[in-house]
């Protein structure tokens, strides 16, 4: 059960946090 | 805060992998041999699918790229690889997780395993080399190079099960193995994940656009192609 837990918060940070940055990268860049 | 479409359709990426989890931990029954932990499954493989979907448009923006020298291609490939590294990277730790439960390790050195960790290494260097390089018709020609060539190990990781007796199972969607609710979990999350990757691969291709922009105002004569005539005067 640990591993599992510990394999999707993995996933979730992961291509959450890419998914975000990504925005703000997008909107940073769409300000300028 | 104004939303635009690159939030919208992301927000909407994130809904459909939250229904996904549901889907994932609330409908798909729990294996009778492995337990919760085989739930890992369904994003795993799922990810691997998101990634030889990213790596194909590194290949086809490559050899676009390199029949019309079109940079919209090169962005495209671009964009592509860091998606692909990405799903890569959630696909071999979630892969490590599962195996350190069912197998004892987190890692073997068989085929399927090996094969996936020198495709992340192929486009991981891809990004370097795109990183690092002067931007130009070069650092594109280059970088389609390496997209191309590298795409080989797609077909080597998804065949070699197959191929060489690994530790790694088999395919088991293609064989019929799952159960119906199991089955229909992995086709939803799979839709689900390829969404995802597709909205972040746009997103991603929006970014190498502005930032191509940008290169052309501060250092015109760096990404200009080479082979670009002298405009009359």
């Known amino acids: 059960m640990t591993y599992l837990v510990i394999a999707y918060a993995?996933?979730?940070?992961?291509?959450?946090?890419?998914?975000?940055?990504?925005?703000?990268?997008?909107?940073?860049?769409?300000?300028? | 805060m104004r939303l635009n479409k690159y939030d919208r359709a992301a927000a909407g990426a994130v809904a459909l992998?939250?229904?996904?989890?549901?889907?994932?931990?609330?409908?798909?029954?729990?294996?009778w041999l492995q337990g919760p932990v085989q739930r890992i499954f369904y994003l795993h493989v799922s990810s691997a699918i998101a990634a030889y979907g990213a790596f194909t448009v590194v290949l086809l923006g490559g050899v676009v790229f390199l029949r019309n020298e079109s940079?919209?291609?090169?962005?495209?490939?671009?964009?592509?690889?860091?998606?692909?590294?990405?799903?890569?990277?959630?696909?071999?730790?979630?892969?490590?997780?599962?195996?350190?439960q069912v197998w004892g390790q987190f890692w073997v050195w068989d085929a399927r395993l090996t094969s996936t960790l020198v495709l992340w290494i192929i486009y991981a260097g891809y990004m370097l080399v795109r990183r690092f390089a002067e931007p130009g018709r070069?650092?594109?020609?280059i970088g389609a190079l390496v997209?191309?060539?590298?795409?080989?190990?797609?077909?080597?990781?998804?065949f070699s099960v197959t191929w060489w007796v690994t530790q790694h199972p088999g395919t088991i969607v293609e064989n019929d193995a799952l159960p119906p609710?199991?089955?229909?979990?992995?086709l939803f999350t799979m839709l689900c994940t390829i969404v995802f990757a597709a909205v972040l691969v746009v997103?991603?291709?929006q970014i190498e656009t502005l930032r191509?922009?940008?290169?052309?105002l501060v250092q015109p004569a760096k990404v200009v192609p080479a082979h670009q005539p002298e405009p009359v005067r």
């Open chain 1, 10 to 32: 993995f996933a979730l940070v992961l291509l959450g946090g890419f998914l975000i940055w990504s925005l703000r990268t997008l909107r940073g860049l769409d300000r300028r």
């Open chain 2, 17 to 31: 992998m939250l229904l996904a989890l549901a889907a994932i931990f609330f409908y798909a029954p729990t294996d």
């Open chain 2, 71 to 100: 940079y919209a291609a090169d962005r495209w490939a671009r964009a592509g690889a860091m998606v692909g590294v990405i799903f890569t990277t959630v696909t071999l730790v979630m892969g490590s997780l599962w195996a350190k």
């Open chain 2, 138 to 141: 070069q650092a594109a020609r």
């Open chain 2, 147 to 158: 997209g191309i060539f590298g795409f080989v190990d797609v077909p080597v990781v998804h």
């Open chain 2, 181 to 186: 609710e199991m089955l229909a979990t992995f």
């Open chain 2, 203 to 205: 997103i991603r291709y």
């Open chain 2, 212 to 216: 191509d922009a940008k290169q052309v």
